[in-house]
């Protein structure tokens, strides 16, 4: 996820302008989520990936990150935390919309997939839901070299102390530093 140095993750009205992308960057998302096959979005987020990604590789003139992202998106399994979107219209989805806990516990005991990871994008308000749950097992930031001063908190509304185990550093060109933590459960 995106983050200013300030911890938001949207500005003010949802702005999302000022996050920094470049082929460096798409090329360690790459090489991460080729390690696993799922992907855990919110709806807003998910429909916004919807809108693109399926296409994006046919469109003139495509990036080598769309092309190997619409590649990935197409195959990945979508769970999708949403009260209102119908399953039965989604392919390859599957639409969570009460009992989160119980529900994401066993879609990560029953994992046949290329990894235990699943990852979830964006979506700072199932972010926010799954961590007051305790379903986030660690959290991948992309901390961007702007401080907003208002907007959309990655951390709203934690009411208990979480310690994490930093796992992997990275600094980017263009002032970007990847941080990877897992959650410490101990």
């Avoid at 799922?38 to 709806?43: D, E, N, S």
């Avoid at 639409?95 to 990560?108: V, Y």
């Avoid at 005991?109 to 007051?132: C, K, W, Y």
């Amino acid at each position: 996820m995106h983050v200013s140095l300030d911890g938001y993750v949207a500005g003010p009205n949802g702005e999302l302008d000022w996050i920094q992308i470049n082929p460096e960057l798409f090329d360690v998302v790459e090489k991460r989520i080729g390690g696993t096959d799922t992907a855990l979005y919110g709806r807003m987020t998910y429909e916004l990936m919807e809108s693109y990604w399926p296409t994006a590789a046919d469109q003139p003139n495509p990036t080598k990150h769309d092309i190997e992202h619409s590649k990935w998106y197409s195959k990945a399994h979508k769970i999708v935390l949403s009260k209102t979107l119908n399953e039965s219209d989604l392919t390859n989805t599957t639409i969570l919309s009460d009992n989160l806990t119980d529900k994401i516990n066993a879609i990560k005991q029953s994992r046949n997939r290329v990894s235990d990871e699943i990852l979830l994008f964006g979506s700072p308000t199932a972010t926010h839901a799954l961590m007051q749950l305790g379903l986030i097992d660690g959290f991948w930031l992309f901390v961007n070299p702007i401080i907003l001063g208002q907007g959309m908190p990655l951390f709203a509304d934690v009411k208990d102390q979480l310690k994490l185990d930093l796992l992997h550093t990275h600094q980017f060109n263009c002032g970007v530093m990847e941080l990877s933590y897992m959650v410490n459960r101990e």
